[in-house]
């Protein structure tokens, strides 16, 4: 059995690293890997290229040199991503709203590629709520003619002293409705009704109107707290959602009787594993209470 490095990668300051692996019963070879994210806010595009290892393997995963690997824009060449370190290849370009992109590595018995379409950006407010002394809210208009996909979460600081690291929250509490119920329970203390795993994921689909506001408080971090939505493509969404119930299920074979099935961490990119995704976002930093 071989395992990926699958990562959502850290895309902003405030967005914590989750690695998580897939699992394939066939004794195969191991695959060429692509994790590679177009946000927007970013002048660099950074493409992660390694080879799969075996499930079992303590070792680190092995990177792929010298390879040419081309980035389009609607099928026009941008230009070839340069070795940088590791297993990092890297590539000077900001990604444009709306547009489709094409990442490939031609090698020499197969061309390996992957397509993200960046989403529009989100018109979104964020701000201290009144709601409690610590929540928050995101307001935001929903483009309705596309079918959005959207994050929301913070991030800050855990642990004290030489301990302290920046992470994700671990928990948020909200009474939102329109939310993806598939990391949500019902929370029937204090004010809110529902307790989300991380993030609280929107499919604009379910909304009932395309102004939504959405008051939360998230847990387990102290400030400065960085507030965000994230507005993602179709594949970084999926990845993202299959990623976590990966994690929930390795978190649950821990338990004795062990009821264990894994579940597929979701791969855009045709002839390997990974990820090619896009995105879009708003952000605010709070420093004091």
Request: proline letters at 4%; a negative charge; aromatic letters at 16%.
């Amino acid at each position: 059995m071989y395992k990926t490095i699958i990562i959502v990668l850290v895309f902003f300051s405030f967005f914590s690293c989750i690695r998580d692996v897939t699992f394939d019963e066939k004794d195969s070879p191991p695959e060429i890997t692509i994790n590679c994210i177009l946000d927007t806010r970013k002048d660099t595009v950074t493409a992660y290229i390694s080879y799969s290892s075996p499930i079992q393997s303590e070792h680190q995963f092995v990177p792929v040199k010298d390879l040419k690997i081309s980035l389009y824009e609607n099928d026009s060449i941008l230009g070839y991503f340069i070795w940088q370190v590791s297993t990092a290849y890297v590539f000077p370009f900001t990604a444009n709203l709306g547009e489709r992109y094409r990442i490939e590595i031609k090698m020499i018995n197969k061309t390996i590629w992957a397509e993200t379409t960046v989403p529009q950006h989100v018109a979104a407010s964020i701000e201290k709520s009144s709601f409690e002394s610590d929540s928050y809210s995101i307001s935001f208009i929903d483009n309705t003619q596309n079918s959005n996909f959207y994050w929301i979460s913070a991030s800050g600081f855990m642990g004290v002293e030489e301990n302290r690291h920046k992470n994700i929250a671990c928990t948020i509490y909200s009474n939102f409705e329109y939310s993806d119920d598939f990391n949500r329970l019902t929370y029937k203390n204090g004010n809110y009704k529902y307790e989300f795993e991380n993030y609280i994921r929107i499919y604009n689909k379910k909304l009932s109107d395309n102004n939504s506001k959405i008051i939360f408080s998230p847990q387990c971090i102290s400030r400065p707290i960085e507030i965000f939505l994230l507005s993602t493509d179709y594949n970084l969404d999926k990845y993202m959602k299959s990623s976590l119930l990966m994690a929930n299920i390795d978190y649950y074979a821990e338990e004795v009787p062990i009821a264990y099935s894994p579940f597929p961490v979701y791969s855009n990119i045709h002839g390997g594993t990974g990820i090619f995704g896009s995105v879009t976002s708003v952000s605010k930093t709070f420093t004091r209470e």
